[in-house]
């Protein structure tokens, strides 16, 4: 029995958990991508099938299980540290990441590490030109993560992400994280 979703679907049953509605893109039928499948007891799940038939289960609790391997040939997970030791009070230090030849460099996060305060700015290095994105001062001890998902930096094998680093107190290491993806 179809429905065009302009009307409603009498069910009736003599146990609660005798049927499912399942709801499928187009006129696919059982041959779909992508499901969605209520129960009686109202349980939702989500089924996306790919194009070597692993099925994706999406539970309505937010819960992903199936047997997938989500294919990131295309993308490349960054993570770059840099540790530097005996930093002055007020000395700065910086930690580049150079964007891969042709590679996009896509969203950041930054972690910054210091016993002491710090002043952190990041931004984009050409090899001549510091551009500031953002800069925030941090706590001593606080080792705060922040994220930046709107960044967007096409690199030549030259140009840079750059996190600024500048010691308000006293003599301290520093590390850093760079976190992000090319593509």
Not at 22 to 50: F, P, R
Request: charged share 25%; hydrophobic share 35%; with cysteine.
């Amino acid at each position: 029995m179809a429905t065009d979703f302009e009307g409603s679907l009498p069910v009736q049953t003599a146990r609660d958990d005798e049927f499912k509605i399942i709801l499928v893109d187009g006129d696919s039928g059982s041959d779909a991508t992508q499901k969605l499948e209520i129960n009686a007891n109202s349980a939702a799940k989500t089924y996306v099938t790919s194009h070597d038939n692993n099925n994706l289960f999406i539970d309505s609790d937010g819960s992903i299980k199936a047997n997938v391997t989500i294919d990131s040939a295309s993308q490349d997970l960054i993570c770059s540290y840099e540790e530097s030791e005996d930093v002055a009070k007020n000395a700065e230090v910086e930690h580049d990441y150079i964007i891969t030849d042709t590679k996009t460099f896509i969203g950041c996060s930054v972690l910054v590490g210091a016993r002491g305060a710090v002043k952190v700015t990041l931004g984009s290095f050409d090899g001549t030109d510091f551009t500031k994105l953002a800069s925030w001062y941090q706590l001593p001890a606080s080792n705060e993560t922040k994220s930046f998902k709107n960044i967007k930096y096409l690199g030549d094998g030259t140009k840079a992400i750059r996190i600024k680093v500048k010691n308000l107190d006293q003599t301290t290491d520093i590390m850093t994280t760079l976190q992000g993806e090319e593509e």
